[in-house]
């Protein structure tokens, strides 16, 4: 009804890591030069963030529309591509403006160093199939690395062989520990098993806070997009904690019936959810209330 007062918090900690903030800026910064940009896949897995920048200017490609253009200048994502991308990009006579996050960057070298060491290893990568950074780390492999998703995946593997365990950066690091648990139970006597764990602590962090986020108040609205392979992680820790969190893209998917008897609401976001996005649902909620 009009004239409900309602608490809403936004979580400080939420909102894009440094990754996702220098891609940005970097757009930001070419676009106002008024040159054409192309951008390799969406900046960051949100739709809303993603329509910004394309009123901008920003036009977004995919790897075969890359092998086609020429002589223009396309920015890569913090998420990494293989080392394919670079070679279209040298044939082509294509600038690119690097925005590969410094975190995956690191794994990627670390990855390429472990394969050409050890090639006939298995390197298993704990990651989801098909994500622009799995397949950016898959690339340094030349397509060898294994990827996993679940236990049920590691179950898989050839325990009488060499295993080096890696992990998609914005991975849970409880379900990491289950795998590496699993493959120390498993693998033979005799065999090499190292893991190494390459999740950024900037998503991993996130994970006690906004579990306390969540616990501060009556209902969450967990502002994401659907893309994102981070906001699953993060949500499903709100709703652990919180059976009232609510998973939304935009302002347009709230219920009002929701803050029904309701008096505090939070309001968070994945690694990739900009803070004005979170700005816009709190206000849309107080409009409706308060007039």
């Not at 329509?51 to 901008?56: F, Y």
């Amino acid at each position: 009804m009009r004239g409900k007062r309602l608490r809403i918090e936004i979580d400080e900690e939420s909102g894009f890591c440094f990754g996702v903030t220098t891609a940005i800026r970097k757009a930001e910064e070419e676009l106002a030069k008024g040159k054409q940009l192309y951008c390799l896949g969406d900046i960051v897995h949100n739709g809303m963030e993603c329509e910004r920048l394309r009123t901008l200017g920003l036009v977004t490609i995919n790897h075969e529309e890359l092998g086609s253009l020429h002589k223009v200048k396309v920015l890569l994502r913090a998420h990494g591509e293989p080392p394919e991308t670079y070679e279209t990009a040298t044939r082509n006579q294509i600038e690119i403006i690097d925005a590969t996050c410094p975190v995956v960057l690191q794994l990627q070298k670390r990855i390429k160093k472990q394969f050409s060491e050890n090639p006939d290893a298995q390197i298993v990568i704990f990651g989801k199939n098909g994500h622009a950074e799995v397949l950016g780390l898959v690339g340094q492999t030349a397509g060898q690395a294994i990827v996993v998703e679940s236990l049920e995946d590691v179950k898989q593997l050839d325990f009488s062989r060499d295993i080096f365990l890696y992990s998609q950066t914005t991975k849970s690091l409880d379900e990491f520990h289950h795998i590496v648990k699993y493959i120390e139970e498993h693998i033979d006597e005799g065999c090499t098993f190292k893991r190494f764990d390459t999740i950024c602590r900037q998503v991993a962090n996130r994970m006690p806070n906004i579990a306390g986020f969540a616990a501060r108040h009556d209902i969450i609205l967990f502002v994401c997009g659907h893309k994102s392979s981070n906001g699953k992680v993060l949500f499903k820790e709100c709703k652990n904690v919180n059976p009232k969190s609510y998973l939304i893209e935009s302002s347009q998917e709230i219920d009002m019936s929701w803050f029904e008897d309701i008096q505090s609401v939070g309001i968070c976001g994945a690694t990739s959810t900009p803070k004005w996005l979170m700005e816009e649902c709190r206000d849309a909620i107080l409009t409706h209330f308060e007039g």
